[in-house]
C-alpha cells in the first residue's frame, strides 16, 4: 500500500518550490515596459516631427525668397507641391496650412520700422482653424509693429521686401494622444527678397481663380 504524503509536507514543498518566479515578475514589469516603449516611439515621433516642419517652412521662405526678376502663381504653385512632397508621411496640407505672405514697408508713410503692409498673400492646407491672432494678418493688412518676438523682430525696409512663411499643423500620433496631448505644431520663417525687380504676384500662366493658392480655399 502507497504511503500518502502528509498535508503538511506538500505545502512546504510547494511554498519552497520557485518554478515561475521570475515569469510572474516578468509579468508585472511588462506594463512598465509597454509604457517606456510606446511612450519613447511617440517622443521620437513627435521630434522628428518638429525637425520636419521647421526645416519645411525655412525652404519655402528661402524658396518663395529665391525666385529672381518676377514671381508668378505657378512658383508659388511649384514650391508648395515640394512642401508636400518633402512633408512625406506627414501629409502636411492634408493636415495643415501654410500661409506664405510677403511683406512691404508701406510706402505711404514715412515711418518704415513701424508701418509695414501685406501686399501678397498664397495659403494651402485643409486646417480652416488657424486663429487670426496666430498669423501675422491677412493680404492688405498694414502692420504698425515690427514681427516676431521682442529681441527677432522682423522689419521690412524701402525696396527690400521680406517672405514671411507660416506653417501651422496638427501633429498625427503614432498611436494615442494619452502620452503626449499636442495640438498644432507652429513654425514661423523669414527671408529678404533678393534679386527680383518686380515684387507684384504675377499669373503668366493665365491659372483660373480655383487654380491659384489664394487662402480662401481650404484644399490639400
Wanted: glycine share 6%; charged share 15%.
Amino acid at each position: 500500500m502507497a504511503t500518502i504524503q502528509p498535508a503538511t509536507m506538500l505545502m512546504r514543498r510547494i511554498c519552497r518550490d520557485e518554478a515561475g518566479l521570475a515569469l510572474v515578475e516578468f509579468a508585472y514589469a511588462v506594463p512598465f515596459m509597454l509604457l517606456l516603449t510606446l511612450g519613447g516611439a511617440e517622443m521620437a515621433n513627435l521630434a522628428i516631427t518638429h525637425a520636419r516642419i521647421s526645416s519645411i517652412t525655412s525652404m519655402v521662405a528661402d524658396g518663395v525668397a529665391r525666385v529672381r526678376d518676377r514671381i508668378d502663381e505657378n512658383d508659388i504653385n511649384d514650391i508648395i507641391t515640394g512642401a508636400k512632397l518633402a512633408s512625406g508621411s506627414l501629409n502636411l496640407t492634408s493636415n495643415g496650412r501654410i500661409i506664405i505672405s510677403t511683406v512691404e514697408d508701406n510706402a505711404a508713410t514715412t515711418t518704415p520700422t513701424t508701418d509695414q503692409v501685406i501686399t501678397w498673400q498664397r495659403c494651402k492646407g485643409t486646417k480652416n482653424n488657424v486663429p487670426a491672432a496666430d498669423t501675422i494678418g491677412s493680404e492688405g493688412a498694414v502692420l504698425t509693429n515690427p514681427i516676431g518676438e521682442t529681441g527677432r523682430q522682423i522689419t521690412a525696409k524701402p525696396g527690400n521686401p521680406v517672405i514671411i512663411v507660416q506653417i501651422f499643423y496638427d501633429y498625427q500620433p503614432l498611436m494615442t494622444r494619452r502620452f503626449f496631448n499636442i495640438g498644432t505644431v507652429k513654425y514661423t520663417s523669414a527671408f529678404s527678397v533678393r534679386d527680383r525687380t518686380l515684387q507684384t504676384l504675377q499669373n503668366g500662366q493665365n491659372l483660373a481663380a480655383n487654380a491659384k493658392a489664394t487662402c480662401n480655399y481650404f484644399t490639400s
